[in-house]
């Protein structure tokens, strides 16, 4: 079971992203799966979550508007995208997978994480 995120990076304010998360040994479309986010000295807080069986999102204030979650089922990866990006965005982005019913964004709920990949949003 395996999570790997990647497409991080360095953009200005008001660039965008597109982070992946490929999944292998498990259907992500079995699973809650979530973003998150820890920036130096920070706790590592929810961005977003989606649950497959009714398309469900749920988006944290401070991205609600900008961040899109979403998945290909077919490639098995969980994607997303981030706009009118901030310098209050930047740190390393994790993709995590839980296995249940309920949405959460609680980090704690969750079963499986990426390796996570550094966003850095600067002029």
């Known amino acids: 079971v395996q999570l790997q995120a990647f497409g991080g990076g360095l953009v200005q304010p008001g660039g965008s992203l597109r982070l992946s998360c490929a999944a292998s040994?498990?259907?992500?479309?079995?699973?809650?799966t979530g973003w998150f986010r820890q920036a130096p000295g920070k706790e590592r807080e929810g961005v977003s979550c989606?649950?497959?069986?009714?398309?469900?999102?749920y988006y944290a204030d401070s991205v609600k508007g900008r961040f899109t979650i979403s998945r290909d089922n077919a490639k098995n990866t969980l994607y997303l995208q981030m706009n009118s990006l901030k310098p209050e965005d930047t740190a390393v982005y994790y993709c995590?997978?839980?296995?249940?019913?309920?949405?959460?964004?609680?980090?704690?709920?969750?079963?499986?994480w990426g390796q996570g990949t550094q966003v850095t949003v600067s002029s």
């Open positions: 995590a997978a839980l296995l249940g019913a309920g949405l959460t964004i609680d980090p704690y709920e969750y079963d499986y």
């Open positions: 040994g498990f259907t992500l479309d079995d699973y809650v």
């Open positions: 989606m649950r497959s069986s009714d398309g469900s999102t």
